[in-house]
Every structure is written in structure tokens, then in C-alpha cells.
């Protein structure tokens, strides 16, 4: 059997009328740009969030960086993040000139530690960037309770879990501002790259709308800006998509409890670890491998035998051959829980429509693995 990681063409296939229908009358509509469709899918983001504003951007990266811009960060701001996390999120610090400040995370959920957070905050300290990792919420009100008592902003990196939730605070709640990206791998996707900025901040959502519009307030009228839009027809496939996304998350919620009872013997690995309460949407199902030493004979036996397992991600930000020293970024504290995920970390097969069948099949091919190896 072949069970592929990605699942687009199965998704698209199983509501191709409304993808296509949506598709066509944004075409026939004549407004491809800032048009009607995006105005009408940021109103039904804005009510499917609760939040009061939600823009739509050119991709998640431009999400994060254009709130930190519309939050006036600049050059010497300290923005604490992830080690763990895609680089992405440390990318759009530096982008606007910030130092990224790295921390650890928590070895359970692999979530930023807001232990790690308070101990890494200095007087040049202006935010916190806590990412959704893997579809599971970071612990935001104890990150949001440390952001009041030192007075800083707070910036979700929600590109991997959008319809997560806590288990008594929603996203969006106990922040500033929320980033989210559909690109296709996403749990909402689209056939390219977008993104969008949530907010309940009247001035984030108007610095926001003026900057990814070439700094326009009005026609001809400009000031510093850039081009970071939501095309209609990307507006359009996810307006199709978003009417599913509760049903589908539910779906990875339902594969990922198979995947753990079926893995529960196995004694070669943790399995995900679910903060009791908390809505984990399983943007990714990730098993630590305990002996990190096997990890790449691991993967190399799924990929082998037809499972499509993948890392997320095996090189941590500081690893990286072009993490900028010194200036622009610097770690904090011990990153030994980020630097032990992602030596130990595999992403096995999952999107809502992996029938069970397939999960069945990864599970068998993992404990044959566990059985000759442990
Ligand atoms: C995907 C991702 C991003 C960036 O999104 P793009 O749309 O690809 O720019 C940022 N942060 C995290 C955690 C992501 O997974």
C-alpha cells in the first residue's frame, strides 16, 4: 500500500461544485484584487473566528511581519519565539529589523514554555510569539498573564491550527493579533499561497488593510506600503473549504485517537501528548522516536514501505546554516527540549480524508518497526 502524506486532490474532489462554483463567479464577477469574494470571505472569518476584523494577506509569513509592523516593532525590539518551530515565524521577526529571542519548549506538547518566556524577557522585550504548534494551542493565558505584568504585545503564530481551541480561552482571546496561512498544506488550503491577520484592534486592523495595499487610504493616495494581497479566486476556495472545516477537523481529531490507540503498545516512541481540555486539531501527528540515534533508519523504512512519513521540523531555528548571530537573533536558557524534538520527531500521514484503512496500514508498519527494534 502507498499512503500519501497530503490529501488535496481527494479533498478538492469531495466538493469540487462548490470549489468550481466559487472559482467561476469570481471570474464573471470582475473583481479579482480587493474584489467581493475577499470581502465576503473576510466577513465569514471574521464571524467564524468572533473576532472583529480579519484581513486577508498574501500568506502567513506576511501575516506575522505586517502585524509587527502595524505594532510599530523596529530594529532593537526583542520579540520572544519557538526554537521549535517553522522558520517562518522567526523569518517575519527579522524582517522588520527585530531580535529574535529563542526559547525552549515545553517537552509534552513541544509548545513555547512561558517559563522559558519570562526568563528570557529584558527591558528591550516589546512581544511574545507563541506558535500553535502541530494544531495544538501554546499555553496562552499563562503567556498572556506574563505579556501584562511586563507590558508587552502578543502575536499568535496560528498558521498550523486554525479551529483549535484551549479549554477555556479561544484564539485570538488573550492576544493582539492572530496570523494564520492557507497555504495548501494547511488545514484550510488553498491552491497556492494566503494568509490573514485576526484582530479585535481597530488601529492593527487599519494599518493592516493600508499596508498590504501599497500604503493606500485612498485611491491615488499612498504612503510606505507593499503588495500583500488575497486573491478572489483564493478567497473564493477557501470560502468553499471554510463551510467544512469543523467536520474536517473533527476527522483528524477522530484519525489521530486511532493513531494513539493502535500505537499504544509501542515502546520505541511518545506519542502526541493532548493538553486535557484543549481542542488539538492535528495539523501534524507527530511520534518522537526515544532513541534519536534510529530516527533516520526510521523514516527510511516507512518511506520503504509506502508510508509517507515526513519531519517537522529536524532542523530547529538555531540550527540552521543561515541563523543570523548575535544582532538579529540569540537563544535564551537551554534549548535542550527543542533540540531533542527535532532530532526525534516524525510526522506520519494525516489529512481528513486518510481513510482507515491507511491509518491501519502506518500503524502496522510502525509497530513491525517498534517489534525489530526495541
Ligand atoms: C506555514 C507556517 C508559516 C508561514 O506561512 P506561509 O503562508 O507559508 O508564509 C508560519 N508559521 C508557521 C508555524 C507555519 O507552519
Same mark, same amino acid.
Not at 112 to 128: H, L, S
Not at 307 to 319: F, G, R
Not at 342 to 361: Q, R
Given at each position: 500500500?502507498?499512503?500519501?502524506?497530503?490529501?488535496?486532490?481527494?479533498?478538492?474532489?469531495?466538493?469540487?461544485?462548490?470549489?468550481?462554483?466559487?472559482?467561476?463567479?469570481?471570474?464573471?464577477?470582475?473583481?479579482?484584487?480587493?474584489?467581493?469574494?475577499? &470581502?465576503?470571505?473576510?466577513?465569514?472569518?471574521?464571524?467564524?473566528?468572533?473576532?472583529?476584523?480579519?484581513?486577508?494577506?498574501?500568506?502567513?509569513?506576511?501575516?506575522?511581519?505586517?502585524?509587527?509592523?502595524?505594532?510599530?516593532?523596529?530594529?532593537?525590539?526583542?520579540?520572544?519565539?519557538?526554537?521549535?518551530?517553522?522558520?517562518?515565524?522567526?523569518?517575519?521577526?527579522?524582517?522588520?529589523?527585530?531580535?529574535?529571542?529563542?526559547? /525552549?519548549?515545553?517537552?509534552?506538547?513541544?509548545?513555547?514554555?512561558?517559563?522559558?518566556?519570562?526568563?528570557?524577557?529584558?527591558?528591550?522585550?516589546?512581544?511574545?510569539?507563541?506558535?500553535?504548534?502541530?494544531?495544538?494551542?501554546?499555553?496562552?493565558?499563562?503567556?498572556?498573564?506574563?505579556?501584562?505584568?511586563?507590558?508587552?504585545?502578543?502575536?499568535?503564530?496560528?498558521?498550523?491550527?486554525?479551529?483549535?481551541?484551549?479549554?477555556?480561552?479561544?484564539?485570538?482571546?488573550?492576544? /493582539?493579533?492572530?496570523?494564520?496561512?492557507?497555504?495548501?498544506?494547511?488545514?484550510?488550503?488553498?491552491?497556492?499561497?494566503?494568509?490573514?491577520?485576526?484582530?479585535?484592534?481597530?488601529?492593527?486592523?487599519?494599518?493592516?488593510?493600508?499596508?498590504?495595499?501599497?500604503?493606500?487610504?485612498?485611491?491615488?493616495?499612498?504612503?510606505?506600503?507593499?503588495?500583500?494581497?488575497?486573491? /478572489?479566486?483564493?478567497?473564493?476556495?477557501?470560502?468553499?473549504?471554510?463551510?467544512?472545516?469543523?467536520?474536517?477537523?473533527?476527522?483528524?481529531?477522530?484519525?489521530?485517537?486511532?493513531?494513539?490507540?493502535?500505537?499504544?503498545?509501542?515502546?520505541?516512541?511518545?506519542?502526541?501528548?493532548?493538553?486535557?481540555?484543549?481542542?488539538?486539531?492535528?495539523?501534524?501527528?507527530?511520534?518522537?522516536?526515544?532513541?534519536?540515534?534510529?530516527?533516520?533508519?526510521?523514516?527510511?523504512?516507512?518511506?520503504?514501505?509506502?508510508?509517507?512519513?515526513?519531519?517537522?521540523?529536524?532542523?530547529?531555528?538555531?540550527?540552521?546554516?543561515?541563523?543570523?548571530?548575535? &544582532?538579529?537573533?540569540?537563544?535564551?536558557?537551554?534549548?535542550?527540549?527543542?533540540?531533542?524534538?527535532?532530532?526525534?520527531?516524525?510526522?506520519?500521514?494525516?489529512?481528513?480524508?486518510?481513510?482507515?484503512?491507511?491509518?491501519?496500514?502506518?500503524?502496522? &508498519?510502525?509497530?513491525?518497526? /517498534?517489534?525489530?527494534?526495541?
Amino acid at each position: 500500500m502507498q499512503v500519501p502524506f497530503y490529501g488535496h486532490q481527494r479533498q478538492y474532489l469531495s466538493i469540487k461544485k462548490e470549489i468550481d462554483d466559487n472559482i467561476q463567479e469570481v471570474i464573471m464577477s470582475g473583481g479579482y484584487v480587493l474584489g467581493p469574494m475577499l &470581502k465576503k470571505f473576510e466577513g465569514e472569518l471574521s464571524a467564524y473566528s468572533g473576532m472583529k476584523h480579519a484581513i486577508g494577506v498574501g500568506n502567513g509569513t506576511d501575516a506575522l511581519w505586517l502585524v509587527m509592523m502595524a505594532l510599530g516593532l523596529k530594529a532593537g525590539d526583542e520579540l520572544i519565539t519557538n526554537a521549535n518551530t517553522f522558520f517562518a515565524t522567526a523569518e517575519a521577526i527579522w524582517v522588520v529589523g527585530c531580535k529574535a529571542v529563542l526559547v /525552549d519548549c515545553d517537552p509534552l506538547t513541544n509548545c513555547i514554555d512561558p517559563k522559558a518566556v519570562e526568563a528570557a524577557i529584558t527591558p528591550k522585550t516589546k512581544a511574545i510569539v507563541p506558535v500553535h504548534l502541530y494544531g495544538q494551542c501554546a499555553p496562552m493565558r499563562e503567556i498572556s498573564a506574563i505579556a501584562k505584568k511586563h507590558n508587552l504585545f502578543v502575536i499568535e503564530d496560528n498558521a498550523q491550527a486554525i479551529d483549535a481551541a484551549g479549554d477555556d480561552f479561544k484564539i485570538g482571546e488573550l492576544s /493582539d493579533a492572530v496570523c494564520t496561512s492557507f497555504i495548501i498544506q494547511k488545514n484550510l488550503g488553498t491552491f497556492g499561497d494566503a494568509g490573514a491577520v485576526f484582530t479585535n484592534n481597530d488601529k492593527i486592523n487599519s494599518e493592516v488593510r493600508r499596508l498590504r495595499n501599497h500604503g493606500s487610504t485612498a485611491r491615488n493616495v499612498h504612503s510606505f506600503g507593499f503588495n500583500s494581497r488575497l486573491d /478572489d479566486i483564493h478567497a473564493g476556495i477557501l470560502s468553499a473549504k471554510l463551510k467544512h472545516i469543523t467536520a474536517w477537523s473533527d476527522q483528524r481529531i477522530a484519525l489521530a485517537k486511532r493513531y494513539t490507540a493502535g500505537l499504544q503498545g509501542a515502546k520505541s516512541f511518545t506519542l502526541p501528548y493532548v493538553r486535557p481540555g484543549y481542542r488539538h486539531v492535528f495539523h501534524l501527528y507527530v511520534i518522537e522516536v526515544k532513541d534519536i540515534s534510529k530516527r533516520e533508519a526510521f523514516l527510511k523504512f516507512l518511506n520503504d514501505n509506502g508510508v509517507d512519513a515526513k519531519t517537522h521540523y529536524s532542523i530547529a531555528i538555531h540550527q540552521q546554516a543561515g541563523y543570523p548571530w548575535g &544582532k538579529d537573533a540569540e537563544i535564551r536558557g537551554s534549548l535542550k527540549n527543542a533540540e531533542y524534538n527535532a532530532a526525534a520527531c516524525i510526522s506520519l500521514p494525516m489529512f481528513p480524508e486518510l481513510t482507515t484503512d491507511e491509518v491501519d496500514y502506518c500503524i502496522a &508498519k510502525v509497530l513491525e518497526w /517498534d517489534k525489530a527494534n526495541s
